[in-house]
């Protein structure tokens, strides 16, 4: 990447007891991205994000965020993160306003014009001067979210966040995430099992199986395999039997046949089923859902 | 980075804006005029002074008081931790000392503020109630009501700072305000009977007992405490344990992993 990552994990291990919950996971998140953070339940990615905040104290290594250490430098490398941590917890016997107030107070140069604006963006305007315990969950991780950014972080954090939340609250976070990436420059990191979620959510994506770092992908612009590499094709004709003799290979399903081949390839291999009077109905690439790729990276490992 | 008075600020805002503080303060406040005017009632002849009242309903009242006190202290960071707040809390730029020290100063504050109330309104009713200037059995020689009174005051407000401090460091250790608030005030009423059952006039070591020194109002009538301690030796004993009881609290909170 060319610019400085905005978190960088060294080697993070945290062990309880004898258990390990995070083995020496190193990444590096490039700022002005929403980077999804994907694994099953009990990965140990609430347990990377808590280390990332300072909730919990790092076994092995170091987090640095915006070039400081969460370990030696909390305050400093805090100051950049705004966040949610598991749900949106908030003072229930204070009004909305109140509990921003209370958040505001904690930090440096949040005015009420800033607290007002914050309230607009997440829609709140109506409700915010009610107590907090007559608010919906909806309500409240918006109120979460509000608290998270007050103060303009630099990365956002957040976890799970997309619990609770009905399809049109979960459009409007995306929507609304994808904002603050690309107009404002936030970085956003997400974690979630909700992977379909992450597809339409995510720049990229890295993946935690018991406390690994399985992989990290890029979803946009075609993916890691780039332009003009062989993707799995699909051709629908009506005599599979000669298609795939003449195709020379890809394996025959029904009238479907499926081989690996690049751009060019497709267009000649569709040439040459015309020429010999094969009808095709059908050419597609199988484009497999972040679902299927993740399902087959982590198996069916039980948790734990 | 921004300024240690607002943390105070918002620790009070959490327990202003409160609907049971009011309640508290409510009772603290109707307890005190009532066991005056009852006093009043039930007291023949006109010989009670204005501060022997004053100690007397104190002494009821100083419970309410102290319990009132115990139950903010008992909840100002176990509470935290029941709502799940504490980890939007922990994630702002403030190190984790900081927000006990303003959680703590919230609850001294409150704890001040009872027992002002406490003897303002004691003191009001009584100068109302009350002109009997004769002199009082309950004084010792040589001193005037009010210096006695407040000195007496003084005592059982160090009696309930320490019991605070001890609710405080409970509810940090075990995030459970109901077992702090228990054992707090489990202390409150049975040190009497520990004081009882191990004097310090039997054991040498007993004198090393916190439960020993916290009531502090004997020195009043005499320099002497069972077993020959002085009122600085008292003094000193509490302060160390007052120091452990915040150390504890300090360490606890300051390396604790916060998981759900």
């Known amino acids: 990447m060319q610019h400085e990552p905005v978190v960088r994990l060294e080697g993070v291990t945290k062990k309880v007891s004898s258990k390990t919950l995070v083995e020496n996971v190193t990444l590096d998140i490039p700022p002005g991205q929403v980077f999804g953070f994907l694994g099953p339940n009990g990965a140990g990615k609430t347990t990377t994000i808590r280390m990332m905040v300072g909730l919990t104290s790092i076994s092995q290594g170091d987090i640095k965020i915006c070039g400081y250490s969460i370990k030696e430098h909390f305050e400093k490398a805090v100051s950049n993160v705004g966040a949610i941590v598991e749900n949106p917890e908030m003072y229930k016997f204070l ?30 305007n109506n409700r915010i001067h009610d107590k907090v315990k007559t608010y919906s969950l909806g309500m409240r991780q918006r109120l979460g979210v509000a608290q998270a ?61 018991n406390g690994r770092l399985i992989d990290v992908r890029s979803l946009k612009d075609g993916s890691i395999e780039g332009q003009d590499a062989a993707l799995e094709t699909e051709f629908m004709v009506d005599e599979p039997v000669k298609a795939l003799s003449i195709l020379q290979g890809g394996t025959q399903q029904g009238s479907l046949i499926t081989l690996k081949l690049n751009r060019d390839e497709v267009a000649e291999m569709n040439a040459r089923l015309v020429q010999a009077g094969i009808k095709v109905y059908g050419i597609h690439t199988v484009t497999r859902s972040l679902e299927e790729q993740f399902l087959e990276m982590t198996g069916g490992d039980p948790i734990g | 980075m921004g300024n240690f008075f607002s943390l105070v600020q918002n620790e009070n805002m959490k327990i202003y804006r409160r609907v049971r503080t009011w309640v508290m303060l409510g009772i603290l406040v109707i307890v005190n005029l009532l066991i005056p005017i009852l006093f009043s009632m039930v007291e023949s002849g006109g010989q009670t002074t204005i501060w022997d009242s004053v100690i007397l309903s104190s002494s009821f009242t100083f419970f309410l008081c102290t319990i009132f006190s115990v139950i903010i202290a008992a909840d100002s960071v176990a509470g935290e931790f029941s709502w799940g707040t504490i980890k939007l809390l922990l994630i702002r730029p403030w190190s984790r000392s900081k927000i006990l020290l303003s959680k703590y100063v919230s609850v001294v504050l409150f704890s001040l503020l009872c027992t002002l109330l406490l003897a303002g309104i004691s003191i009001l009713v009584s100068s109302l109630l009350f002109s009997g200037a004769a002199e009082s059995g309950m004084l010792p020689f040589g001193k005037s009501g009010m210096a006695f009174t407040l000195q007496y005051l003084l005592c059982d407000y160090v009696n309930l700072f320490i019991t605070v401090a001890i609710a405080f460091m409970l509810s940090t250790v075990f995030r459970a305000g109901g077992l702090a608030i228990g054992l707090a005030l489990f202390m409150m ?32 009538q005499s320099s002497e405490g069972p077993g020959g301690i002085t009122l600085g030796f008292s003094l000193a004993v509490l302060a160390v344990y007052y120091i452990v009881f915040l150390a504890i609290s300090w360490y606890v909170f300051s390396k604790r992993d916060v998981a759900a």
């Open chain 1, 95 to 124: 009004t909305g306003y109140q509990n921003l107030r209370h958040f505001a107070r904690m930090m440096t140069g949040i005015n009420d014009a800033r607290i007002q604006e914050v309230v607009k963006l997440v829609g709140l």
């Open chain 1, 149 to 209: 950014i007050l103060h303009r972080p630099k990365l956002l954090i957040l976890d799970e966040p997309t619990n609770g939340l009905d399809p049109q609250g979960i459009r409007e976070l995306r929507d609304y995430l994808r904002h603050l990436c690309h107009e404002e420059g936030t970085t956003v990191f997400v974690s979630s099992h909700l992977l379909s979620e992450m597809e339409l959510m995510c720049d990229s994506v890295a993946i935690i199986q």
């Open chain 2, 189 to 220: 009423f049975t040190k009497g009977i520990f004081t009882t059952l191990f004097s310090p006039e039997r054991y040498v070591w007993a004198k090393y007992l916190i439960f020993t020194h916290m009531d502090l109002t004997n020195y009043l």
